[in-house]
């Protein structure tokens, strides 16, 4: 819950501290709430397997959707802001990051920025919320981690 909540102060240029290596620091960021995203994504009954994911096609968002196995049925009950957003989210997690050697290696075009990962991470902080009592270790976690994260104030890197 921590890293999601780093991605809190990393995504605002304006928050962010300004050091060499800030803009590596702040891909480190973004792939570390991507896997951990993905894992919780996991817990609450969200997978998605994104093997034979077919980058090129049109309907991009449809062709995620297929790729979601298990909790297809939260996913298609997002708006489609949302859908997108934890649906890129979770490709970038388990493509890019936990799993880059599977598919093809051209197909790695995430679409994850700062309004994808703060929508995606949100969406998955408010399935957590609403699955507190099922999930064990959830009450052990601060509240204050289990907020939304606000959009920033200012425009993303």
Partial sequence: MTVLRAWQ???????????????????????????????LCQAVGVRANFKNFDAARADRIAALVECCHRGRNLVEGLDSEAKRSILEALYLGNRAVAHPDEGDESQLD????????????????????????????????????????PAPQTSPR
């Fill in 9 to 39: 102060y990393w995504y605002d240029p304006d928050k962010a501290p300004d050091f060499p290596g800030r803009d590596q620091t702040y891909r480190a960021v973004l792939d570390g709430c991507a896997i951990t995203l993905r894992a």
């Fill in 110 to 149: 995430h679409k994850v920025g700062q309004p994808e990962m703060t929508s995606a991470i949100n969406t998955l902080l408010r399935w957590l919320v609403a699955n507190r009592t099922s999930l064990s270790g959830l009450d052990a976690v601060p509240p204050h981690l289990l907020q939304a994260i």
